[in-house]
């Protein structure tokens, strides 16, 4: 089956350093990534569409010069939370859309203090 | 715009059945999904609907109506391991997987 693998799976920084979360599909090629955000006890806000090889699509609300996403190939996306600061605190999880529908990574948990 | 609505919580007894509803409003409808999260995991796929009428899979179902905008989830023998968020999903003409709020089911013995 479809596995993405999404690195780390929690990370703690200080409030204005950047954090990069990596999201992978193993076995599959993935020509769409969606990212998402998840605060305690809320559902999944879809932040951004990433396609391979162009630029991110943000939601709105979403600041693109604050959440950079990379898809620079078919199995790779990167998020990188910029200038982090404690309300950026949240769990973030990826998905890839495949042959096999849509798959999620194991999520990332982001403490920024 | 899209609108998707669910309870926020419910609970229910073990071996018991609990159906979660979710209605929609949505431009572009291409099918609607139904996943279970358990806290700090990833979401995991239950079930997908596309047309009308209800889709069994074990003790898992999941109800369809397109002119209603309307859908639920029936789980049947509920076991504690049940306990979980419930997520469904709308899936727009634009491809993406939008979710509604979520409802925390609690299944108590």
């Known amino acids: 089956g479809a596995v993405v693998s999404q690195h780390p799976s929690w990370v703690i920084c200080k409030s204005g350093t950047s954090v990069k979360i990596e999201c992978r599909s193993l076995?599959?090629?993935?020509?769409?990534m969606f990212w998402y955000r998840q605060f305690p006890k809320q559902s999944l806000m879809l932040m951004a569409t990433?396609?391979?090889?162009?630029?991110?699509?943000?939601e709105q609300g979403v600041e693109k010069d604050k959440f950079l996403i990379n898809h620079a190939s078919l199995t790779l996306s990167t998020l990188t939370v910029t200038s982090a600061h404690p309300e950026d605190s949240s769990f973030y999880i990826c998905?890839?859309?495949?042959?096999?529908?849509?798959?999620f990574g194991s999520g990332t948990r982001l403490t920024v203090v | 715009g899209q609108n998707i609505d669910q309870p926020t919580e419910m609970t229910a007894t073990e071996g018991a059945i609990v159906q979660i509803n979710c209605t929609y409003q949505?431009?572009?409808?291409?099918?609607l999904f139904w996943y279970q999260q358990h806290a700090g995991e990833a979401p995991t796929f239950l079930s997908y609907?596309?047309?009308?009428g209800l889709e069994e899979k074990g003790r898992f179902s999941s109800f369809l109506s397109r002119s209603k905008g309307y859908s639920y989830l029936l789980l049947k023998e509920l076991q504690m391991k049940d306990s979980a968020s419930y997520l469904c999903?709308?899936?727009?003409?634009?491809?993406?997987?939008?979710f509604g709020q979520g409802t925390e089911l609690s299944v108590k013995p």
């Open positions: 076995d599959f090629q993935a020509t769409t």
């Open positions: 609907n596309v047309l009308d």
């Open positions: 998905s890839a859309r495949g042959n096999y529908g849509y798959t």
């Open positions: 949505t431009s572009g409808f291409n099918g």
């Open positions: 999903a709308d899936y727009n003409q634009g491809g993406k997987l939008i």
């Open positions: 990433s396609n391979e090889g162009s630029k991110a699509t943000y």
